[in-house]
């Protein structure tokens, strides 16, 4: 055999292009797989990427190590087919028309039009398929370009839907709480892209609090917060289970009172005092204390609260070493209470005003100077008050309208990936990852701390979430496929599925006959992407 001459010095592009050039007009990929065994397969799903940005080197790396597993399984003989694919949804589309209709609030683009609007979302999703397509071919990366699939197509969603139907049917999907970031005076969740833009310094009052212990005279746990207009929905006290308290005993106004704090944190108590015991925070788990206003008690038969649990977010770097948990202001506090099930009740409206569970300050903005001085007063006369002092913190305001941003719960649509978590780490066990860190640590420790996949988002542009329920009676259901959404709505055609258009099907209740709504969200695209094996 006679090889070619090597010429010097090298021009690799060259060399490139002339192979480029010998597999095209060979067609030596789709020889590589129909000259292999249909019995024999290796199977690749290409995770899509986004076409409506540019690609970049980092998809070079990604895609070359795909490749090679592909030619290296190709080589071993196996028929190894290729389908390529495109992510078409999401906030990543929306935020780029968002930019070019120069818009900043959802009011904006529902002024403008959600039909308007996911249109130039569509139209837009391919804006650099040629760049990409470009990329494709010279780096040599062998995928079946001509027949993606696309997740926006009517085909590929129903897949979803069928997806979720089936979680639906397994009591895998339900709703629930997601604490965010939460502007009260737009009424709109931010990303955090958003609340990265409005971090200010601002100095707040701080106050330490006395959580008096039932049955026990004169006793508190004392906690602090820099949000006192929290301390309505206080359900529980969190402290770290080898974590050491300490019990005090201090004089106030003539009375000896006992503290219990964490024995790192003594240096917040002013003036004398006397250790007169300690405690691991396991022993002191479980200890009951009363509310803390006299007219607010959250607790319900089914939803203890008021208590001292543990919870391995607590540390003693700063406050008491216990940490007050209002379970709808805070992401540590929300999994606390959804873990040991607290009363999972809003004493803020979506306005960031009290609501009627705070009589006393119903519809007083809970941000407000003059509101926040009262909840400080009540507790200064009625002795729930240890200290209060001037705080200085980096806050995040709303970037838009100035407004200190609250953590908020915000009902969502949650898949129940916990109960599936034995399961998943055991898997994951089976994997031959390379190297080995990756599956044991990064992945392993996700995995580990896995929580319910808070699935839906209130935005336009994605895949609809499938869930209708009736008016009257209450009862919700997943519709699975086209062919059951046109016999429930009676609808003869459905063209496209996304918004608005399938929000105006209403379908009838089969329970009642009542009027069913779709529930209005859109879910996450990694859905989409990850649904791509079923599709
Ligand atoms: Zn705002
Ligand atoms: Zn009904």
Not at 116 to 144: A, H, I, P
Request: glycine share 6%; net charge negative; hydrophobic share 35%.
């Amino acid at each position: 055999m006679h090889f070619k001459e090597v010429k010097t010095p090298l021009n690799y592009n060259e060399i490139e292009q002339n192979i480029l050039k010998f597999w095209e007009e060979n067609n030596i990929f789709q020889k590589s797989i129909d000259e292999r065994p249909e019995d024999k397969q290796f199977i690749f799903y290409e995770g899509p990427p986004t076409a409506n940005g540019r690609p970049g080197i980092h998809h070079v790396i990604s895609r070359t190590i795909k490749d090679f597993v592909c030619r290296y399984k190709t080589m071993q003989g196996y028929r190894v087919n290729r389908k390529a694919g495109w992510d078409t949804h999401g906030l990543p589309v929306e935020i780029e028309v968002e930019k070019e209709l120069g818009f900043e609030t959802k009011d904006q683009i529902e002024k403008f039009g959600v039909e308007k609007f996911n249109q130039k979302c569509k139209d837009s999703v391919f804006k650099y398929l040629k760049e990409w397509n470009e990329l494709t071919r010279r780096m040599g990366y062998w995928v079946d370009l001509e027949n993606p699939y696309i997740t926006y197509e009517n085909d590929y969603i129903e897949t979803v839907w069928w997806l979720l139907a089936q979680l639906w049917k397994k009591d895998l999907l339900y709703q629930g709480f997601k604490i965010l970031p939460y502007c009260p005076r737009c009424e709109t969740a931010l990303s955090s892209h958003e609340v990265s833009l409005g971090y200010k310094d601002v100095t707040e009052r701080s106050v330490t609090v006395k959580f008096k212990l039932k049955d026990k005279e004169n006793s508190f746990i004392l906690a602090w917060t820099t949000t006192p207009w929290t301390l309505p929905g206080n359900v529980a006290l969190a402290i770290g289970a080898e974590i050491t308290y300490v019990e005090i005993v201090q004089g106030n106004k003539g009375v000896d009172e006992h503290y219990f704090l964490a024995e790192d944190r003594l240096v917040i108590i002013k003036g004398d005092y006397k250790v007169i015991g300690k405690f691991k925070g396991k022993e002191i788990a479980g200890w009951e204390y009363e509310p803390l206003f006299s007219f607010i008690n959250l607790s319900d038969p089914e939803h203890k609260a008021y208590y001292v649990a543990e919870a391995d977010f607590v540390t003693t770097e700063d406050g008491t070493g216990v940490v007050h948990t209002a379970v709808m202001y805070g992401e540590d506090d929300y999994k606390l209470g959804t873990k040991i099930g607290l009363p999972a009740k809003h004493t803020v409206d979506e306005h960031g005003k009290f609501n009627n569970l705070v009589e006393k300050w119903e519809g007083r903005h809970v941000k407000d100077i003059e509101t926040e001085t009262e909840i400080i007063t009540y507790l200064y006369e009625n002795n729930r008050l240890y200290s209060k002092e001037k705080y200085t913190h980096s806050y995040p305001h709303c970037w838009r309208c100035d407004s200190p941003i609250l953590y908020y719960a915000k009902k969502s649509w949650y898949v129940k990936t916990t109960q599936l978590k034995d399961k998943l780490i055991e898997n994951n066990r089976e994997i031959n990852w390379f190297p080995k860190e990756v599956g044991s640590g990064r992945f392993g420790t996700w995995l580990e701390n896995n929580v319910d996949w808070a699935i839906s988002r209130s935005r336009y542009w994605g895949t609809p979430l499938n869930i209708w329920k009736c008016e009257k009676c209450g009862h919700s259901l997943a519709v699975e496929s086209i062919e059951q959404l046109k016999e429930l709505s009676g609808a003869e055609n459905v063209e496209d599925l996304h918004k608005p258009y399938i929000d105006n099907l209403h379908l009838k209740c089969p329970e009642c006959s009542g009027k069913m709504n779709r529930t209005p969200e859109v879910i996450d695209c990694w859905f989409d992407s990850g649904a791509m094996p079923y599709a």
